[in-house]
């Protein structure tokens, strides 16, 4: 089992800023990926970002420029930096570890863009 914790949400306003991050522990293995993905009220859960173990980085269109996918694989953390932020942006903030075989999932972090 892994296990994933995760922090940074917060109320923020229209053009802000905001990092997550996110700490993976337990049984951890090497080749991963690790990512963010959301879920806003009402609609589903969808990709934000993710990164590879050898830093491979894929983004949703409605984040690429605004968002930065990082990672420590020292830590096993996973970091998420969002700029100018969009009402849209709105919604809990899921951390994600796995690989083709097993995937787990942080609690989620809300993030409220709003003026």
């Known amino acids: 089992q892994v296990q994933l914790v995760e922090s940074g949400g917060d109320l923020v306003q229209p053009g802000g800023s905001l990092r997550l991050s996110c700490t993976a522990s337990g049984s951890i293995f090497s080749i991963n990926t690790m990512g963010w993905y959301r879920q806003a009220p009402g609609k589903q859960r969808e990709l934000v970002a993710t990164i590879t173990s050898r830093g491979i980085t894929n983004y949703a269109d409605s984040v690429k420029g605004r968002f930065t996918i990082s990672r420590d694989n020292a830590k096993n953390a996973v970091y998420l930096q969002m700029n100018s932020l969009k009402l849209e942006d709105t919604g809990v903030y899921f951390c994600?570890?796995?690989?083709?075989?097993?995937?787990?999932w942080g609690q989620g972090t809300q993030v409220t863009v709003s003026s």
């Open positions: 994600y570890y796995g690989n083709s075989y097993v995937q787990y």
